[in-house]
């Protein structure tokens, strides 16, 4: 079992809340391998290679030290989104077509994020029937 399933176990988080976040991070990387997939079928001629499947275990690292920084024990969908560029700007690998345009990875990167719906974020409810529990 994971760090982050764990804490989502012993009542910190709600389970859905940590589906959410895996999701995200999961889905986040999934649209820059198969953007057509996600409804962002006019980036894919610009990447020749999307994030790895590495990424997003990175990035959920990343959600969970952010949520520490802001005085949560539990990263939320929101601490994934906001470190997607960071941690794919490098991963993402495009072709000579967007180098000849100009395209930057962020560029690319925020298109596809502004098309993937974000997850809901939990309601603070579900938190406190969780460490109820």
């Known amino acids: 079992m994971s760090a982050f399933a764990s804490s989502a176990s012993n009542g910190t988080i709600s389970t859905a809340s940590a589906r959410a976040t895996l999701s995200c991070a999961a889905g986040s990387a999934a649209a820059t391998r198969n953007p057509e997939r996600f409804g962002v079928a006019d980036v894919s001629r610009y990447l020749s290679f999307g994030a790895s499947p590495r990424a997003p275990i990175h990035l ?12 949560r024990t539990y990263a939320l969908p929101d601490d994934v989104t906001d470190l997607v560029p960071d941690v794919f700007r490098h991963r993402l690998v495009l072709t000579y077509e967007a180098l000849a345009e100009g395209m930057t990875p962020d560029q ?15 309601l603070e409810t579900h938190v406190s029937v969780a460490a109820g529990s």
Request: proline share 11%.
């Open 60 to 71: 959920i690292e990343g959600a969970r030290a952010l949520a520490y920084l802001r005085g």
């Open 108 to 122: 690319l990167i925020l298109r596809i994020m502004q098309r993937i719906p974000a997850p809901e974020r939990p």
